[in-house]
């Protein structure tokens, strides 16, 4: 069975820190993808990146990154010179073509609280 | 226009009543999902529709029945809301066709008094 966990419950940091956000996953199968997602305090889902498990390359999109490892199962994200706005619990998902990709494994969220 | 809209935005509802939760899309999407958050917990598939012929049950489909009246519309019902069932509810689309990425709706905080 697939898992995803993300061991962070909380991250809280002052603005213009860094942070990393830990993704770990476990699937069997060898196609499969990746997702991070925002949920701001507004409450709406918002979609960040979609990674194919054949692409390990890291993007960056702004203050945005995310480095993805096949050798640790790990699909971790980083905000660059966090701010307010970034506060927000991120969830990373799983899907797998085994599921014809319809089905999102999330994990729990973490929690980002980013002070002034 | 939001490309995905959930009606009610919010319900409070009492033990043993039936209530329904709509979810329409105008993305023309073939793949539509419902899920419910629980703090702690994630987001967990009830339900999911390849397309209107198609419905299949998720991680945690027992108590609730859904109907995918259109390819825009697809409703989550609760035959017999209990305390249990109090959750945000999301319902989801994607596109086979082009990367199947699920886009989700603005979501339904149920409340099951």
């Known amino acids: 069975a697939q898992k995803v966990t993300q061991a962070q419950t909380e991250i809280s940091v002052v603005e213009k820190e860094d942070v990393t956000l830990d993704c770990v996953y476990e699937?069997?199968?060898?196609?499969?993808?990746l997702f991070w997602y925002k949920q701001p305090p507004s409450g709406e889902l918002v979609f960040l990146i979609r990674r194919n498990s054949f692409d390990e390359q890291n993007e960056i999109s702004g203050r945005y990154s995310w480095n993805f490892q096949k050798s640790t199962s790990s699909f971790n994200f980083t905000i660059t010179a966090s701010q307010v706005v970034d506060s927000a619990v991120y969830f990373c998902a799983l899907s797998r073509r085994a599921d014809s990709w319809g089905k999102l494994q999330f994990g729990a969220g973490t929690q980002v609280v980013v002070t002034p | 226009d939001a490309d995905v809209t959930q009606t009610p935005r919010n319900r409070i509802t009492k033990t043993g009543k039936r209530i329904m939760l709509e979810c329409s899309q105008t993305?023309?999407?073939?793949?539509m999902y419902w899920y419910r958050q629980d703090p702690g917990l994630g987001l967990r598939l009830i339900y999911y529709s390849f397309d209107v012929k198609d419905i299949n049950k998720g991680e945690i489909s027992d108590g609730y029945s859904v109907s995918r009246q259109a390819q825009a519309k697809f409703s989550l019902s609760l035959e017999s809301a209990i305390p249990n069932q109090t959750a945000l509810y999301f319902c989801?689309?994607?596109?086979?066709?082009?990367?199947?990425?699920?886009?989700f709706g603005p979501g339904t905080r149920l409340t099951v008094l």
């Open positions: 989801a689309t994607s596109d086979l066709a082009s990367d199947d990425t699920q886009y």
């Open positions: 699937t069997r199968d060898t196609t499969y993808y």
């Open positions: 993305k023309g999407h073939d793949r």
